[in-house]
């Protein structure tokens, strides 16, 4: 959400998008940080970085007409793959 709402903040000069943008960045570094105290850091930051791409994307081409092309969303599709299997690797 945040770099959505660093996006509408038109480099910080409209202030609601701005604080938006702030306060879910901060909120979002504070989850990694306790996401940290479970996880090892590859594999956490790995599924923040991963998971905010695609949520980015998907908001790109919903909201601002972003191309969703059929080779787009199979390597957004491989990036939710890659953190779902993260996810059952780190049980092993």
Excluded at 42 to 61: E, I, N, P, Q
């Amino acid at each position: 959400m945040w770099a959505v709402a660093f996006k509408q903040s038109d480099s910080f000069s409209r202030l609601w998008p701005s604080v938006v943008g702030v306060v879910t960045a901060v909120a979002s570094v504070v989850l990694l940080a306790v996401a940290l105290r479970h996880l090892p850091v590859g594999t956490a930051y790995a599924v923040w970085t991963g998971l905010g791409a695609v949520g980015v994307a998907v908001v790109g081409m919903l909201r601002f007409g972003e191309s969703a092309s059929p080779s787009r969303l199979l390597f957004l599709a491989l990036i939710l793959t890659g953190v779902i299997g993260l996810r059952f690797v780190e049980d092993a």
